[in-house]
């Protein structure tokens, strides 16, 4: 299956970029009347026909469309400290686009190392892991925002904060199936501040764990998406 | 926390080797009376006091022992597919670890690119897990197997196999909670093929999904992990 993100695709045709163009014709070699598949992040998969291959672009007939393609019956929105080695946090955005996430919100913290993070290079990963998972949403990936705004301005109908102390927490996996819209916070390596936590809770996020076990803040990231794609669907 | 990997542990004295005595008196500046900490693989976890440092050596007198320490009550064998790309399966290694796993097998498929995996540094990445994640069990690493020679001889309550074909399939995770020790096939890029399907059926393994993503071997893996961990505990 020849897969193309085509996020500005409108229409019954679709010009392939050059990029692309070149990749279809030269890399795929593929020809004219050849069969290729469009997502459009936002729920569109389309089917398309190559009409005309001309010099550097490809145009392409639509010839199904279908709305809503793989639709989860749940909304997650995950904001998680970056990690200090980026290649963790790299790793989390392309697990949770393979197993579902709607939006994902880097989140700096009292303690976290790293401040700063490029995010067009996270929506590229997301970009690559929709299309080999086949997944026709591309999952939203938000500016870093320090903790403290962050927490004042979110809004879910659940939301959570995963923390490590010793404190009265919820099973996260116990509070899900009463809830389809989750946002859950995750911390940095170190975990957040009890003074971020007491924040926290004021703005009605509620303290869950994720089990026994300690988790690296990328771990954590992907069980939150694993327990609702099991729980939910 | 100082933690340190101790599998030949035996008795109420301990010589760290000459590589944790350096790291543990240069790296970390322990010295005589300071408090560490030990994990067997087996269960073992010690508290221990640092006796004498005497040239290249440290001895360690035992304080405390607790035995099957954080001891799941469940027994999950994956047996997978090395990733073409070795990054991919030694992330799996790591996160499995983390969140719980007691055997790990590679096993080479007949789609399989890879056909050679070095266990020993497989061994090394859970160790490093298990200590990150303050665990006293080491995942069981073998080495890796014919996909044919493995199903023929793998024991377990009960046995799965984890395909994509399009095929009558149970849900993973409506199947666990009645059992408590799980072996799981999972194939390699390409997936498993219709025969060595079938060669699986034939010796009594139970064709399961994971949900509706198409996921890679890996995050399959840490997919069946995370099932495991949140619906047995």
Chains 1, 2 share one sequence.
Request: charged share 25%.
């Amino acid at each position: 299956m020849h897969l193309f993100y085509t996020p500005d695709i409108n229409g019954s045709e679709y010009f392939l970029n050059e990029e692309e163009s070149k990749h279809c014709t030269k890399v795929l070699r593929l020809k004219e009347k050849d069969i290729v598949y469009l997502i459009d992040g936002n729920g569109g998969f389309y089917k398309a026909a190559i009409a005309v291959i001309s010099g550097k672009k490809c145009l392409l007939y639509i010839l199904e469309t279908q709305k809503y393609f793989g639709k989860r019956n749940y909304r997650l929105h995950i904001a998680i400290a970056p990690t200090k080695n980026i290649d963790r946090i790299e790793w989390f955005v392309e697990k949770a686009t393979e197993i579902g996430i709607d939006e994902i919100t880097p989140i700096i913290c009292q303690r976290s190392e790293r401040r700063v993070v490029k995010t067009d290079r996270l929506v590229k990963i997301a970009i690559s892991a929709m299309k080999q998972s086949i997944k026709a949403y591309l999952p939203k990936i938000n500016e870093a925002q320090n903790f403290n705004d962050f927490i004042k301005t979110a809004h879910s109908a659940l939301k959570c904060i995963a923390h490590c102390l010793p404190e009265n927490k919820q099973d996260l996996k116990s509070i899900i199936p009463s809830q389809k819209e989750v946002l859950i916070l995750i911390g940095p390596e170190g975990d957040f501040t009890p003074q971020e936590i007491q924040q926290a809770l004021k703005n009605n996020f509620i303290p869950v764990t994720l089990g026994e076990s300690r988790l690296r803040t990328e771990t954590a990231g992907i069980i939150v998406a694993a327990i609702l794609n099991q729980l939910s669907s």
